[in-house]
Structure formats: structure tokens, C-alpha cells
């Protein structure tokens, strides 16, 4: 396989120099790309997008053989490194989706040895530092599919739900006169703590239903754990992601993107465009402890994207460079994540966000509670469950951890 996913890499990099040269024949000209090079600059965009999903369905499926030779170690009585004590709990949750125990309701918690507060890691990147488990399995697929969980925010799990309190830093005090000279021997130090106040994180109620066929919950070949974990994480992960870029703080996550502060407005009549310049002074808007953090990146939405592949600095070069070796996209050196809830370019839209996302902490309570009912779908012979997260988010940080890029009003 890592043949095969060498000669993917070079032909995304093939593609890509394509791509340039296009891009680079029409600036030597002065001129924009003809109706013809437009279209042949789109289908080359098209195949690095084909070629990023491959590369994913080869991680994937590096992961289900993981999964798989794990199994097997459980099968021949010889538990895989890390995963003592899961099987009787995989059994009973077996049990409990094929509705052997007659039981309505199943608790899914972390596995004992995994820390209540930890930061998140990028799904499909790395090796897993956790044993694999329904709750991970669970979790991991909710990552996938929002940008933000992507990103390393802090992550907050707390074993019950009522509110909770984080500091929240407002301002950075320095010191009164020249805050440059020395202290003198014997003088009174002057205190430099930073303004704080409070963020209340509470937990959100985030419910899905299922629907799955007796016939999918009698077959024993099925992988049902990892399909309802699938499932199940994907249409939470879709839901909560939204809020976690775009809610208002009011019933619901204090998102990302509306709790940013301005780095850039673009200039009037731009309908919010994305420059090269402009993304250069948002890059430099966020002061260096942020900046260079692991945690620092790029926010915005796939067409954003798309737009920011052609835009080139002062010195020619592009500020978009394609990730190698399995290393993610950057812009000016910083990871490239993308997420379909953050603005397209206009007028007053935060469609580019950049800084350090470890300044976003998320909250979780760490049972996610499952039901079952035989009822609800008698008639289709279905049996239907529900999953309930609980959740919330906010930016702790508000001196200007994470920014974005605005359109002007006119």
C-alpha cells in the first residue's frame, strides 16, 4: 500500500504544478484565465479533491485492519495491548443492541484510563494513543466531520452536567512606566496579572434517532457496534460542529466564529474577497505566543479554499503549499482545516479564521446515554435508538487568541 500511496502524492503534486502553471501563464500576461483555462484549472482542483478522499479511504482502511487484528487477538485469547477489561463491556453492549438484555438504556462512558480533560486528536492522523472502544469509535467520527473538533481545542469532560465555570482572559496587564526597566533592588513589584472574567460552559442536549432493520441487528457478520458509532457520531458531530462555528451563545455554544475577534476588514466594494495581502496581515494580526502555537491554524469553507489555492505573496510564491507525506495543507506555513458552517466571502461574513484554537475549549459530559425501543417503528420492523450528547463551547481568550477576516459592510 505505501506504493501505491507514494504515487498518489506524486501525482497530487504533479496536479498541483499543473494547476500553477496555468495560474502562472496568465499573470505573465496580465490577464485573467480564458473561459478554457478556467475550466481545466477547476478539473485539476476536482482531481486533487479526488485524490485527497483516496488518501482518506486508505487511512481508513489502515484503521479497520487495526481494528480487525485486534479482534482477532481477542478471539484467540490473546487481548490486544491495552484493552484488557473491554470485552465483557463490548459483549454487554452487544447484548444490549440486539435487545438480548432487555434493557431500555446504555451508558457509554470513557475507558477508565482515559484523562477527563485531554486535547483532541486530529482524526486519521498518527497513531491513537487510546485503545479502540465504541465511545472512541464514537467520538472519532464526530471529529470527522467538524472542522472545529479538527482544530485541537481544549476538551472539557466532566462526569455531570451542571454548569461550569472557566476563566476568561480579557486583557494582558503590563506594568505602569517603563515597564522595559529593571526592578530596583528592595522595590515593590508591581502586579501584572491579566484582567479575567467567566465563561459559563453548560451542557447542551444534542439528541439523534437511529433506525436500524431487525434483519442488519440478527446478522451476526455486521460490525453493528462500529455502525451505530458511525452513525451516531457523524449526525451529532454534524449538529454540534454547526454551533461550534456559528452559534450565538444563547441556548446554545458560543461558536467559533461569532465569538472571534476582527483582525482584517476587507476593503470597501470587495464584497469581502479574499487577498493574498489581507490573509498575510490577519497571519501577523495574532501576536506570536499564539501564532506559534501547535494549536495555531486556518479556518474556512471548501470555495474559500478554492479561491485562496491562487493567490500568491510579494514574492511570488503561492501562500497555499499541498501537505506531503500524509501532512496536512498549509497557508503561510499554518495547518489548513476546512468546515462547511464558516461564512463564504461577503459583506459582514467571518469567512476566514485564523489563531490559536486551543483557546476554544469544548465541553463534554462524558456518558453519552443510548436508548432502545422496539416500539417506536413496530410497524417497519425496525428498532429505532436515540443518543443524547451533551456539550457545550466558548473562546476562553478574547485578547486576540483567534481572529478573523470580516467583508465590509458596503
Sequence with gaps: MSEIIKRLQE????????????????????????????????????????????????????????????A?????????????????????????????????????????????????????????????SFYHRLVEHMIEVSGVLMT?????????????????????????????????????????????GQVPLDAYKYPVLLKVSNELLTDTAVDLEGYIARSAGRAIGNWFGTHLVTGSGSGQPNGVATAA??????????AGAITADGLIDLFYSVIAPYRNSPSCGWLMRDTTVASVRKLKDTTNQYIWQPGLAGTPDTILGKTLYTDPNVAAPAALARSVLFGDFSAYFVRQVAGIRFERSDDFLFDTDMVAYRAIVRADGDLVDTTGAIKCWVGAGT
Excluded: C, M
Aim: no cysteine; glycine share 8%.
Design 261 to 270: 475577534t476582527v483582525g482584517v476588514t476587507a476593503a470597501a466594494g470587495t
Design 152 to 196: 485541537n481545542p481544549t476538551l472539557l469532560r466532566t462526569t455531570s452536567g451542571e454548569q461550569i465555570q472557566v476563566p476568561k482572559t480579557t486583557a494582558h496587564v503590563v506594568p505602569s512606566g517603563a515597564p522595559n526597566a529593571p526592578i530596583a533592588e528592595g522595590a515593590q513589584i508591581t502586579a501584572v496579572d491579566p484582567t479575567l
Design 11 to 70: 501525482r497530487r503534486a504533479n496536479i498541483w504544478e499543473q494547476a500553477k502553471a496555468l495560474l502562472d501563464a496568465a499573470e505573465a500576461e496580465k490577464r485573467d484565465l480564458s473561459a478554457e483555462e478556467e475550466a481545466s484549472y477547476q478539473a485539476l482542483n476536482a482531481d486533487l479533491d479526488k485524490i485527497d478522499a483516496r488518501a482518506q479511504e486508505f487511512r481508513d482502511a489502515e484503521q479497520r485492519a487495526k481494528d480487525a487484528d485486534e
Design 72 to 132: 482477532f487477538a481477542e478471539l484467540l485469547g490473546k487481548p490486544a495491548t491495552g484493552q484488557k477489561g473491554t470485552e465483557d463491556r463490548s459483549a454487554e453492549l452487544r447484548k444490549w443492541l440486539t435487545g438480548e438484555s432487555g434493557k431500555r438504556a446504555f451508558e457509554i462512558h470513557p475507558d477508565a484510563n482515559t484523562p477527563q480533560e485531554f486535547r483532541l486528536l486530529k482524526s486519521g492522523t498518527g497513531g491513537n494513543t487510546v485503545p479502540i
